[in-house]
């Protein structure tokens, strides 16, 4: 018996599980692709359906992978797409808005996000936002790789408050949001969408995650997963188009790690004693 998967309430009332399935790598290369399909109609039966896809992966190959995998199964799925900075316009982020609803084959997303930031005024780029909610095209809309400045910016134009979450760069090994941005979000309500939560399996040979590990007898993926979804207001998305992964990501909401495992890890991962830039992939 598996623990059913939390969730995570979003601004706008949406409640959406707390462990996502990520897509950046997909549709790249045509023989993964039947692979990448089944991954994503797997991640669905088993409740990870926060489906973060970009304009941006394979250059629109990812968005039709998604959506073969929806096809017969869009309402399953809380489908997240982005926006690249230099289409940011107000006009542009229309644009970009439609020709990823047509690739990805439906008339709706459920948000909507900035990439990261450019050369586009906040202003337009929300307004733009706005917009597309108000015509039902995008749910909710939200940025990627804000720092917290950059987040006090956005609410201090028309509507920037209307933000529904922030997707960073967070893991073990990256930590520094954890002095500001995350505590920031958390007071604004705003769900923080870990990206490269596994750290694109650059950790997972860490001696002691490894050690920590073995010792639930789970894998030091799950155990990495897991330090997200103890934390308020987090959603790790996790990539991988292998099946056997998948549940083994899935499963790493059943993990119950002791306060002295969990220092264990801080101290081969040490939590930020100052503020740190944002960093990014
Ligand atoms: P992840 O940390 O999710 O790692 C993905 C890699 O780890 C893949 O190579 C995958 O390989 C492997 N992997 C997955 N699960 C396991 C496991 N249990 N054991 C061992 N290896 C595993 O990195 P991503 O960078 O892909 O981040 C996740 C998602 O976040 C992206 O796919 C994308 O949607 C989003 N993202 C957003 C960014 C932004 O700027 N907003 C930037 C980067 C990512 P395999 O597929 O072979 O299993």
């Keep these: 018996m598996h623990d059913a998967i939390p969730t995570v309430t979003l601004p706008g009332g949406a409640e959406v599980p707390s ?39 394979g250059d629109g190959g990812a968005e039709r992978i998604v959506a073969e995998a929806l096809k017969d199964r869009r309402e399953d799925a809380f489908l997240v797409s982005k926006v690249l900075p230099w289409n940011a316009s107000y006009d542009g982020t229309i644009k970009a808005c439609h ?28 307004a733009a936002m706005e917009e597309l909610q108000t015509a039902g095209r995008i749910r ?22 209307n933000c529904a979450v922030n997707q960073v760069l967070y893991n073990l090994s990256r930590r520094g949001i954890e002095f500001d941005l995350l505590p920031w979000c958390q007071e604004h309500q705003i769900p923080v969408m870990a990206y490269s939560p596994i750290e694109q399996g650059r950790i997972l040979h860490h001696p002691e995650l490894v050690h920590v590990a073995k010792a639930y007898q789970a ?60 960093e990014m992939l």
Aim: charged share 30%; glycine share 6%.
């Design 19 to 57: 462990l996502g399935f990520g897509t950046w790598m997909m549709g790249e290369d045509r023989p993964s692709e039947k692979m990448e399909i089944d991954a994503i109609r797997l991640a669905l039966d088993l409740g990870m359906t926060v489906i973060d896809t970009a304009e941006m992966y």
């Design 99 to 126: 020709a990823s609803l047509d690739r990805l084959g439906t008339d709706h997303l459920d948000l909507y996000l900035l990439h990261w930031r450019g050369e586009h005024p906040l202003d337009d780029t929300v």
């Design 140 to 161: 909710a809309w939200g940025v990627s790789n804000f720092d917290v400045e950059d987040m006090e910016e956005l609410f201090s134009v028309a509507d920037g408050k």
């Design 219 to 278: 894998t030091p993926a799950q155990v990495a997963l897991a330090f997200l979804l103890e934390r308020e207001g987090v959603i790790p998305i996790p990539k991988t188009s292998n099946l056997r992964r998948l549940q083994e990501n899935r499963d790493a909401v059943d993990l119950d790690i002791s306060d002295e495992d969990w220092s264990r890890l801080d101290a081969a991962f040490p939590p930020p004693a100052r503020k740190m830039p944002l």
